[in-house]
């Protein structure tokens, strides 16, 4: 879970999710109401993990599988990436470069 870099209060599970799925760039600390940034490798691995929906869909290609598997594989991914990705997020003061 992130740790503010102002008041290093550690958020919880639900915080991190509620502010994983706003449009702003930036999240806001439940505790101190600062503005924290995503460290870039937080926005590398977040950039990477919803082509992991892709991987039922290549084995659809391989072993034939009917919609129904289909579209159960990706809403399994989907529910494991919202259990794993809130854990992976890390936060900063200032705005870093992705590269």
Same mark, same amino acid.
């Given at each position: 879970?992130? &740790?503010?870099?102002?008041?290093?209060?550690?958020?919880?599970? !639900? @915080?991190?999710? !509620?502010?994983?799925? %706003?449009?702003?760039?930036?999240?806001?600390?439940?505790?101190?109401?600062? @503005?924290?940034? +995503?460290?870039?490798?937080?926005?590398?691995?977040?950039?990477?993990?919803?082509?992991?929906? /892709?991987?039922?869909? +290549?084995?659809?290609?391989?072993?034939?599988?009917?919609?129904? %598997? /289909? &579209?159960?594989?990706? /809403?399994? =991914?989907? =529910? =494991?990436?919202? +259990?794993?990705?809130? !854990?992976? &997020? @890390?936060?900063?003061?200032?705005? @870093?470069? &992705?590269?």
């Amino acid at each position: 879970m992130p &740790i503010c870099a102002n008041c290093r209060h550690r958020w919880s599970f !639900r @915080e991190t999710l !509620r502010a994983m799925y %706003t449009l702003k760039p930036t999240m806001t600390c439940p505790n101190c109401k600062q @503005e924290q940034h +995503l460290t870039s490798a937080s926005r590398k691995r977040g950039a990477f993990m919803p082509f992991l929906i /892709l991987i039922p869909m +290549l084995l659809n290609v391989f072993f034939e599988m009917n919609w129904l %598997t /289909l &579209i159960g594989g990706m /809403l399994l =991914v989907a =529910v =494991v990436f919202n +259990l794993v990705y809130p !854990r992976l &997020i @890390e936060v900063t003061n200032e705005e @870093e470069p &992705i590269w």
